[in-house]
């Protein structure tokens, strides 16, 4: 549960990053400057982040499963 919470908090925070720097930098479909384009990495791995540690407990999950009735 600490997992899903701690991904919560950081995607939250995550948007509130990406709305902040898309009004400073405008709401453009593509990037116009190399810190615009670091900004957006620092967005999308960031999420990419989030879900990995949010669906981490179902690996966990699916690791006792497979210890407890098959193995």
């Keep these: 549960m600490k997992k ?3 991904a919560i908090k950081l995607g939250g925070i ?3 990053y990406w709305i902040v720097y898309n009004t400073y930098f405008g709401w453009n479909m593509y990037p ?3 810190m615009e384009l670091n900004f957006d990495n620092v967005f999308k791995y960031g999420m990419y982040f989030c879900v990995w540690v949010y669906f981490l407990p179902l690996w966990d999950a699916y690791q006792k499963f497979i210890k407890d009735y098959v193995g």
């Design 32 to 34: 116009e400057t190399e």
């Design 4 to 6: 899903i919470n701690f």
């Design 14 to 16: 995550l948007i509130v």
